[in-house]
């Protein structure tokens, strides 16, 4: 909604802040936030909502103090680039700071109560659309990412005040054992983050800003993809949780597979019938990003096979940590392939080049996740 208030140069800003809000949330935890999160969701299945908390108390910890090398880093990603400036730097630490305490405050919500946590979120969003409306009228994008981060800290304090205090530091969650784990989530976050950001990485550096800002326009639906998929995983996470606690693991293989095939023919039929009124729209209120319409199908196949896949999710919580591993593995590898040979070699790159690449990254997404869940099933099936 607010590109239609500013220039693709601005929503180029805005698209910067969550790149390196999902790079910090991928590495800035060591691995122990994906850890912690599944052990809370089990704990919690087994009926144990004493102690889920500890986790996210020492998740707290490590946050705390690995945001000062990650914004270092930043630092010296930017340097030298049209994003080199000490208010773009604070408005990215500012708007990272605030997303994680946000999240810490609400995992056990998240778990918990899945609902009453999308409540949350979109109670969260409204509130940022409505002050964001008058703000960027004045400050522009900056202004707006100052109001979801005010609003982020406003929702995150209300929760995280139930425990933050009464809960003390649990040292012994930092064993050997769970570091081992904890650093093998974070080759999965390290893949992870290849094969959705790599994109973003060759597109800050190949194209222009406002070719950048005009792909962020249309990437917006690969956000929306992300954000339903992770709506989906909370929602799901209890009942993948109780179904492994209850040794139903294959049939919770089928169900998944079922779930997924489903929703994808879904979302395509449903792309297929907007494709004339987001062309419509487009053309009538963001002229400004009309070339986003040559790379459509390319960023919606691509936001579709992310929105659709909960494979993962067994892997995790069934512990088939490297099983995770070789998704991620498999995913980030190729994603590095399709772009070194279409892109990284080529002249005067394009955002339709972009979009060809996306088209074949989702065909390599979908044969990767289908071909390991299949071996999952199997290998889970031949144990009974």
Known sequence: MFAFFVVPGQLA???????????????????????????????????????????????????????????????????????????????????????????????????????????????????????????????????????ESFACIAFGGWFIRLWILEIKFDSKLLSSSTMVESFKFLGTSFFSSIQLQIDRFYSIRLLSQLEFGVLSFGLLVNTIALQLQYAGSVILIPKVSKMIVEKRVVELHVRIIMFMVGATLICLFLAFLLEPLISYLVNSYYPDYIDVLTIYWGIVLLSIMRATEFGSLIFIYNKQTDLVLLLMGSLATSAILIYLVLLVFKQDVTIQDFGFAYKVQAGMHAAIVFSLLMFSYHKVKARI
Do not use: H
Request: charged content about 10%.
């Open 13 to 147: 800003i805005w698209a910067l802040c969550f790149f390196m809000l999902s790079l910090f949330t991928a590495y800035g935890s060591l691995g122990f936030s994906n850890l912690g999160t599944r052990n809370m969701a089990l704990e919690i299945a087994e009926g144990d909502n004493s102690r889920p908390n500890r986790w996210a108390k020492v998740i707290f910890v490590i946050y705390s103090f690995m945001i000062f090398p990650f914004i270092f880093g930043v630092y010296l990603f930017l340097d030298g680039s049209v994003y080199d400036t000490l208010e773009i730097l604070l408005l990215i630490t500012f708007f990272v700071l605030s997303n994680c305490f946000f999240q810490i405050g609400l995992y056990e919500t998240q778990l918990t109560n899945p609902y009453n946590y999308g409540r949350v979120l979109l109670a969260k969003s409204l509130l940022t659309i409505t002050i964001g409306y008058f703000i960027i009228q004045y400050y522009g994008i900056p202004g707006v990412i100052y109001v």
